[in-house]
């Protein structure tokens, strides 16, 4: 197992989405290094991954995803980021034409909305 590093400027550079994203006291940033088995290092709005090669790329996108999620102002607990994790760790191990068949399949139509299950156990269910 080799060790890979990748760089990552989140851009636009807002201190407040950044600290949206990072957490009080880094603790996002440090569930997504304990469940993604990577190394994250920040300073201002450049990260540094580092760890096996397909966990430093899971991790870029996953950080570009919930970076994106900050823009309209949404405050992301701890519970959103396991949310997201196990989301995108879902979808990295199956293949996307047919989790978009599943996902059509098992969306639940509401009067008020429609609920789109988070994982393969729940997909399942």
Do not use: W
């Amino acid at each position: 197992m080799t060790n890979h590093s990748v760089s990552l400027t989140l851009l636009p550079d807002n201190a407040q989405r950044l600290v949206n994203l990072c957490g009080r006291l880094n603790e996002h940033i440090q569930q997504i290094e304990a469940d993604m088995a990577l190394k994250i290092r920040q300073r201002g709005n450049v990260f540094l991954l580092t760890g096996d090669e397909k966990a430093v790329a899971n991790g870029k996108e996953l950080l570009e995803m919930l970076y994106q999620s900050t823009a309209g102002g949404e405050t992301l607990n701890p519970n959103q980021v396991h949310l997201a994790v196990q989301e995108f760790s879902d979808s990295s191990a199956s293949s996307s034409e047919t989790d978009q068949a599943v996902d059509a399949a098992s969306l639940i139509k509401t009067p008020k909305g429609s609920v789109k299950p988070r994982s393969n156990h729940q997909r399942e269910y």
